[in-house]
């Protein structure tokens, strides 16, 4: 079947033949990590100022996304528009900061023309291009290599091999800083804390404690009567069973109850004790919600004891409630 001047097949070998170079692009930067990769990874490190991505055009784009990628794993960085810095935007540079300049042949108008004034300003110049003797080149002070054999464009003119290897740099920074900083999860969850990631990395236990803040607690000697009364008054399905010294020593679930009728056992003749689990899993109230989560999908439970330091119940922890919070 014909699609425009292709056949379909054909339209198959091309993006695959897209892929490959491209492919072989980002593989082929493999060798560019050299001893400049490092050093600019310690400039940056050691910057008291920010990270300012500049490009035009196509290399403006991948910029932008390699700035929001770099702000998010720790380390300051905004787009700067070329054009726009020519015109004002430059005084957003100060001699504290690193401008990473992006052109793939490195002879960019726009961003040629603001070189001279940036290194005025003192800030540190960073090239980001594959025209290893260009002006950009020249008058930088670290060279990152992001030169290609060829552009998937069977004219050899619009920018994808290339973006896509700037790009892919781009990113091997950003990691190799975030693994140089020791970035954590719970670093990453401040600077995302809307929607289902924040949600997972910053919440914690007692957060969702109290979504109903209720705590069942019964007396090891209660019957198992009273402990029914409790369950169902608290809505929680489960108790938390204390001895004197008011410690956690155990947990009663309706599936508790369940297993114990279908054993045949006299339950209104029994103890809380009787019938507990004794020293059931359990979590104190400032461990995240998502390990909460991690632990009742191991220990295939539903409702997770959570204590002080003192082993003192505070509530339990339902895995209805985990879900409403938006954890999983």
């Given at each position: 079947?014909?699609?425009?001047?292709?056949?379909?097949?054909?339209?198959?070998?091309?993006?695959?033949?897209?892929?490959?170079?491209?492919?072989?692009?980002?593989?082929?930067?493999?060798?560019?990590?050299?001893?400049?990769?490092?050093?600019?990874?310690?400039?940056?490190?050691?910057?008291?100022?920010?990270?300012?991505?500049?490009?035009?055009?196509?290399?403006?784009?991948?910029?932008?996304?390699?700035?929001?990628?770099?702000?998010?794993?720790?380390?300051?960085?905004?787009?700067?528009?070329?054009?726009?810095?020519?015109?004002?935007?430059?005084?957003?540079?100060?001699?504290?900061?690193?401008?990473?300049?992006?052109?793939?042949?490195?002879?960019?108008?726009?961003?040629?023309?603001?070189?001279?004034?940036?290194?005025?300003?003192?800030?540190?110049?960073?090239?980001?291009?594959?025209?290893?003797?260009?002006?950009?080149?020249?008058?930088?002070?670290?060279?990152?290599?992001?030169?290609?054999?060829?552009?998937?464009?069977?004219?050899?003119?619009?920018?994808?091999a290339s973006t896509t290897a700037a790009l892919a740099l781009g990113d091997a920074l950003a990691i190799a800083l975030l693994k140089a900083r020791d970035f954590k999860p719970e670093d990453f969850a401040l600077y995302h804390p809307g929607g289902s990631l924040g949600r997972k990395l910053l919440l914690t236990v007692d957060d969702v404690l109290h979504v109903r803040e209720r705590n069942p607690v019964v007396?090891?000697?209660?019957?198992?009567?009273?402990?029914?009364?409790?369950?169902?008054?608290?809505?929680?399905?489960?108790?938390?069973?204390?001895?004197?010294?008011?410690?956690?020593?155990?947990?009663?679930?309706?599936?508790?109850?369940?297993?114990?009728?279908?054993?045949?056992?006299?339950?209104?003749?029994?103890?809380?004790?009787?019938?507990?689990?004794?020293?059931?899993?359990?979590?104190?109230?400032?461990?995240?919600?998502?390990?909460?989560?991690?632990?009742?999908?191991?220990?295939?439970?539903?409702?997770?004891?959570?204590?002080?330091?003192?082993?003192?119940?505070?509530?339990?922890?339902?895995?209805?409630?985990?879900?409403?919070?938006?954890?999983?």
């Amino acid at each position: 079947m014909k699609i425009g001047k292709l056949e379909s097949g054909q339209i198959k070998e091309q993006a695959r033949e897209v892929l490959e170079i491209e492919a072989a692009a980002i593989n082929n930067l493999k060798e560019s990590i050299d001893d400049n990769f490092i050093e600019v990874v310690k400039e940056i490190l050691s910057c008291e100022g920010r990270v300012i991505m500049t490009g035009m055009g196509k290399s403006g784009v991948i910029a932008k996304k390699l700035a929001a990628t770099l702000a998010s794993t720790g380390t300051p960085s905004f787009f700067l528009h070329p054009a726009e810095a020519i015109h004002g935007d430059l005084g957003m540079v100060t001699n504290q900061d690193i401008v990473i300049a992006m052109s793939n042949s490195g002879e960019s108008e726009e961003i040629t023309n603001i070189l001279p004034f940036i290194k005025r300003i003192g800030a540190k110049v960073v090239a980001m291009t594959g025209g290893l003797s260009s002006t950009l080149a020249e008058n930088s002070d670290y060279l990152l290599n992001t030169e290609i054999e060829q552009e998937a464009c069977p004219l050899n003119l619009a920018p994808t091999a290339s973006t896509t290897a700037a790009l892919a740099l781009g990113d091997a920074l950003a990691i190799a800083l975030l693994k140089a900083r020791d970035f954590k999860p719970e670093d990453f969850a401040l600077y995302h804390p809307g929607g289902s990631l924040g949600r997972k990395l910053l919440l914690t236990v007692d957060d969702v404690l109290h979504v109903r803040e209720r705590n069942p607690v019964v007396g090891k000697n209660t019957t198992l009567k009273e402990t029914l009364f409790k369950m169902t008054s608290s809505r929680m399905g489960a108790a938390n069973i204390i001895n004197s010294q008011g410690e956690l020593v155990g947990i009663i679930t309706d599936g508790d109850i369940r297993r114990k009728l279908d054993q045949g056992f006299d339950l209104l003749a029994k103890t809380a004790e009787e019938i507990m689990t004794k020293d059931p899993t359990q979590i104190t109230p400032d461990k995240l919600a998502a390990e909460a989560l991690k632990i009742m999908q191991e220990k295939e439970i539903s409702d997770l004891p959570v204590v002080d330091e003192n082993k003192m119940p505070l509530g339990l922890v339902n895995f209805q409630d985990l879900l409403k919070a938006g954890v999983l």
